[in-house]
């Protein structure tokens, strides 16, 4: 009896250590192989396994086994990997390759998995988002599959050297919360505390979406409920809810609780704390994003000793790995202006590109309201990655800024790389060429020249290891061949950051301090270029709406006399700009002559006026553009309609397998939009989709017209058709069930929001566009892109047709590269 009481309890430990076991389980062991792949900031890329694995001809990965034959004929083979005691994978054997790994699962069942140091992960064949830069809070609900589950990690050149983990938890209720990535402001007696909002991440680990949701804040007895978006099935979602702090005023932390709801039931519940700020201090705050809906914040150095009158405003961008409140406290308060600091959207966000670039306007935008500034002192600077979000910024809207300071900062992703890569500064054929020209507005070499108006204050450290003082060096003689208002500072010994002084530094600000922004009218000289005018378009009273090249570069160089009442100048690839006639009186005859044309006399009509001129053969007036047509509202490329609170539509009416791809490409767009953007995305399906109910937001589709019913709502005027078995874009047929495309088009019901399309014309076309490269900060993609699979394997040789659309938006007046 004493024996079997025995072994039944040590069958009993044993079930409680394996149930313990199975709460976390850490990975341990697994098979290394690269280098495989090359994922850039370009919509090119290839991918040796994920083209064996959309291919189906993927062998089961095993020690010593040939995963590829290099360029060189050499073997790329799988080699064994294990975890060291932190749980790290550390091998060359992964380097620009995968780490593969296994689960036997007993039984079917949900987990989640987090994975750290990766730019992606197949599980069980789907896509899944990364934590390239080792976060920990990337959590993906997964459904393990009875048996074995594959694991494949996609890793860069930088994953051997951190390492990469990989984790299994199960956890014990299916609908969660998480404290881990929260977005919170700070309370600042001084403001409104009555509306604060907050990010907070819920995690659905059940298969059925999550609808009906609310969050039930509480602090200080007062209580605000929160209507929250529907979550997809498997996924996470970061979410914004209100909470009343305006009880909470004294200084210091405070406790507060969040309640999700659904219905009467209590899904589950965290507390968290909410900081009160001394007045005078630095501070963050939160608001709702236009970009996306998503919870974002920014951080304050508030104005010393306010005098009442008209702050200047100083905009600081931050570097790689640094957050905004940090950005801020490195400054002493100024007792002449107020310093905001935007976010990029994350740490290392879009390099201050992309949608980095519209966070430093959206904030931008967000002070001027808050803090009313002096119009005329407003002022841009940043360090590292924010001296090179300096000068981006302060090239592209040199409208905006008095003065710019970069600090340490590179002027370019192409000569500068990063995590991403860098954008290559040449092309290697047409095809190349045309691909890489949509990433022009990042070449701020090319736009140095809208320098001109600003005083320019560039400050290095010589001895700085992360930046070389060298690209310092090089805007120096730059500037050097065209500016007259330009300091240059070299600080002795400076290594990358040596004190706050490498962004607070009195001198820098003294010369800020004898800049001003003139008033428009009184700005008689004007030098802009710029390569997209959805992106920069306006220089005071010019603008330029339209491209004769669409995507080169467009330069106008004007002259204005107010007294003589004339405006000369020349042109580059322009074919349609207005002038604002602001200055001149109603009657006044306006003298214009462009490129040595004829010289249009133009008669003022009223105060304000603006007059439009096309090209043709010749400069002539002309009304408005259409807003069917391409212009600074809407000017294209794929990455456009990924703004204006873009939501995700999948398509349904596909096979099994079309399906379920477009749910999974879909999600995971949306996690990795999470991950860089601190973004939150509507995920909708086609059936369930109705445009009038997302007004002049992006619709971003899934699938293709035979899968996606959504197809014929946001594309039935589209000259770009892709089927099952069939791609057409105007006269060009392209067939085989194996093409990928990437396509942007207007809305046809919106003046501004337009659609992307990510499609293929079967499965396996479908999977090689799962790539996601239009995340990456100044990643260039065009209008169109059609691709095959053998894109993955042989490069550029597998695109077939790439390009941009004309300004009426068809592909007959457009530009494209076709490889038939």
């Not at 399906?685 to 959504?710: E, L, M, W």
Request: proline share 5%.
């Amino acid at each position: 009896m004493k024996k079997h009481l025995l072994v039944y309890l040590l069958v009993l430990l044993a079930g409680t250590s394996y149930v313990k076991a199975q709460k976390t389980h850490w990975f341990s062991e697994g098979l290394g192989a690269g280098p495989c792949h090359t994922y850039g900031r370009e919509a090119l890329y290839t991918d040796q396994l994920a083209y064996q694995l959309y291919k189906g001809t993927l062998a089961k990965p095993a020690d010593g086994a040939v995963l590829l034959n290099d360029q060189q004929g050499k073997p790329v083979t799988w080699q064994t990997v294990k975890a060291d005691t932190a749980h790290r994978f550390r091998s060359n054997a992964f380097s620009n390759g995968y780490l593969y790994l296994t689960y036997n699962s007993p039984k079917a069942e949900t987990a989640l998995l987090t994975v750290t140091g990766h730019d992606m992960v197949y599980v069980n064949g789907a896509p899944r988002g990364g934590d390239m830069y080792r976060y920990g809070w990337m959590h993906l609900p997964v459904q393990l599959k009875k048996g074995q589950n594959e694991i494949y990690i996609r890793v860069a050149r930088y994953g051997r050297w951190g390492g990469i983990t990989a984790r299994l938890e199960f956890p014990e209720k299916p609908v969660m919360l998480s404290k881990a990535d929260m977005t919170i402001p700070h309370i600042v007696p001084a403001e409104s505390n009555d509306s604060l909002w907050v990010g907070m991440v819920v995690m659905n680990t059940t298969e059925k979406p999550l609808t009906g949701l609310q969050a039930v804040s509480s602090l200080q007895g007062r209580e605000v409920v929160t209507t929250l978006p529907a979550i997809a099935p498997m996924t996470t979602r970061k979410v914004g809810f209100k909470v009343n702090a305006s009880n909470a005023l004294s200084v210091g932390k405070h406790t507060a609780s969040v309640s999700l709801r659904q219905g009467s039931k209590v899904v589950d519940q965290k507390e968290f704390e909410l900081e009160t700020i001394e007045n005078g201090k630095h501070y963050s705050r939160t608001f709702v994003s236009n970009i996306d809906g998503s919870v974002q914040y920014y951080s304050v150095a508030p104005q010393q000793k306010p005098d009442g009158k008209a702050p200047a405003l100083f905009l600081s961008v931050h570097g790689a790995e640094v957050q905004a409140i940090n950005q801020a406290r490195a400054y002493k308060p100024k007792d002449w202006g107020v310093l905001v600091a935007p976010t990029n959207r994350r740490p290392r966000g879009f390099n201050w590109e992309d949608w980095g670039r519209l966070d430093a306007l959206e904030v931008l935008d967000i002070a001027k309201k808050k803090f009313n500034p002096d119009p005329a002192r407003i002022y841009l600077t940043g360090h590292s990655m924010g001296g090179h979000g300096t000068w981006f910024l302060g090239a592209t809207y040199p409208g905006n800024w008095a003065a710019i300071a970069p600090s340490a900062g590179y002027p370019t992703l192409a000569a500068y790389g990063s995590h991403d890569g860098q954008i290559p500064d040449q092309a290697r054929s047409p095809m190349e060429g045309i691909l890489l020209r949509a990433s022009n507005p990042s070449n701020v070499l090319a736009l140095a020249t809208n320098y001109k108006p600003l005083g320019v204050y560039v400050v290095h450290g010589d001895a700085d290891p992360v930046v070389s003082v060298e690209y310092a060096r090089q805007m120096r003689k730059l500037l050097g061949t065209f500016h007259t208002d330009f300091s240059y500072y070299e600080y002795p010994g400076g290594s990358h950051w040596y004190s706050d002084e490498s962004v607070d530094w009195a001198p820098l600000f003294n010369f800020f301090s004898w800049h001003r922004i003139p008033k428009d009218t009184a700005a008689l000289a004007i030098d802009f270029t710029t390569a997209n005018p959805g992106v920069s378009g306006t220089m005071r009273w010019a603008t330029i709406h339209q491209q004769a090249s669409p995507l080169q570069y467009s330069r106008i160089q004007l002259s204005r006399d107010n007294k003589k009442k004339a405006i000369t100048g020349s042109t580059q690839n322009v074919a349609l700009l207005s002038f604002s006639l602001e200055g001149f009186e109603p009657r006044d005859t306006v003298k214009v002559t462009l490129d040595s044309l004829q010289t249009i006399n133009y008669v003022v009509k009223s105060a304000g006026e603006t007059i439009y001129l096309k090209k043709e053969s010749q400069w002539q007036t002309a009304t408005a553009p259409d807003a069917r047509q391409k212009g600074v509202h809407r000017y294209g490329t794929l990455k456009e309609p990924f703004n204006n609170r873009m939501v995700f539509v999948y398509g349904t009416t596909g096979t099994k397998e079309e399906n379920a791809w477009a749910f999974n490409k879909a999600r995971y767009d949306a996690e990795t939009w999470y991950f860089r953007a601190n973004g939150a995305i509507d995920m909708v399906a086609d059936k369930d989709f109705n445009p009038a109910q997302y007004p002049d937001r992006g619709v971003i589709i899934y699938g293709n017209a035979t899968t996606n019913s959504a197809w014929n709502k946001v594309l039935a005027d589209c000259p770009i058709k892709v089927q099952k078995g069939g791609v057409v874009a105007g006269n060009s047929r392209f067939t085989g069930d194996d093409l990928g495309a990437y396509f942007a088009w207007p809305r046809s019901d919106s003046r501004t929001a337009s659609v992307a399309v990510v499609t293929g014309t079967g499965l396996k076309g479908m999977q090689a566009a799962n790539a996601n490269q239009y995340f990456s900060g100044g990643s260039g993609f065009a209008d169109v892109m059609i691709f095959s699979l053998d894109m993955l394997k042989d490069g550029i040789k597998g695109i077939k047709m790439a390009g941009f659309l004309g300004n009426d938006w068809s592909v007959e007046q457009g530009e494209f590269v076709i490889n038939k």
